[in-house]
Structures are given as C-alpha cells and as structure tokens.
C-alpha cells in the first residue's frame, strides 16, 4: 500500500535507511554505557560494490524487453552476442 502522505514517506524512508540504524544504534550505546564493538561498525565490501540506479535497471528491462519481443516474431536478437553461451 502506497503512503498516505508525505510524512508518511519519509518515515519509512527514515526506518529503511541503514545510516539513521548505525546512528539510533551509536546514541543507545552511549546513553546505556556499552562499550562499542570494534567489528560491528566496520565497512564491508558490499559498500563497494556496483550499484545500478533505477534508471539504469529500467534501461536493461527495456533491451531485454524488446530483444525478447524481437525474438519471438522470427526476428534477430541483437543482444545476443553480448551473453555466453555454454
């Protein structure tokens, strides 16, 4: 179900955004006195890893898209030598 509002959006932006985690999480320890774990907050190589934005996703959805239509009509794939083949 979409939200309702705007407020509503930023607030589960704000709930599904690991930053405001990592901060909620810093600010209970200090205010309960727990020692922070050196290893919990470390960087991980998924950080580093390629990302594609919603547009580049949208553009590959649409090549596939229309290779896949080209191919059901008896037409040539044009995508198909940029995949191996086994």
Same mark, same amino acid.
Not at 13 to 37: A, C, M, Q, T, W
């Given at each position: 179900?979409?939200?309702?509002?705007?407020?509503?959006?930023? !607030?589960?932006?704000?709930?599904?955004?690991?930053?405001?985690?990592?901060?909620?999480?810093?600010?209970?320890?200090?205010?309960?006195?727990?020692?922070?774990?050196?290893?919990?907050? #470390?960087? &991980?190589?998924? #950080? !580093?890893? !390629?990302?594609? &934005?919603? *547009? #580049?996703?949208?553009?590959?959805?649409?090549?596939?898209?229309?290779?896949?239509?080209?191919? &059901?009509?008896?037409? *040539?794939?044009?995508?198909?030598?940029?995949?191996?083949?086994?």
């Amino acid at each position: 179900m979409p939200p309702r509002s705007i407020e509503e959006w930023f !607030y589960y932006k704000l709930l599904s955004s690991p930053g405001f985690h990592r901060f909620v999480r810093k600010v209970y320890r200090k205010v309960n006195g727990i020692k922070e774990d050196p290893f919990t907050d #470390q960087s &991980t190589a998924f #950080q !580093y890893l !390629y990302k594609p &934005t919603p *547009r #580049q996703k949208f553009k590959a959805l649409r090549l596939l898209f229309w290779d896949e239509m080209r191919s &059901t009509f008896g037409f *040539r794939r044009r995508l198909g030598d940029r995949f191996k083949k086994d």
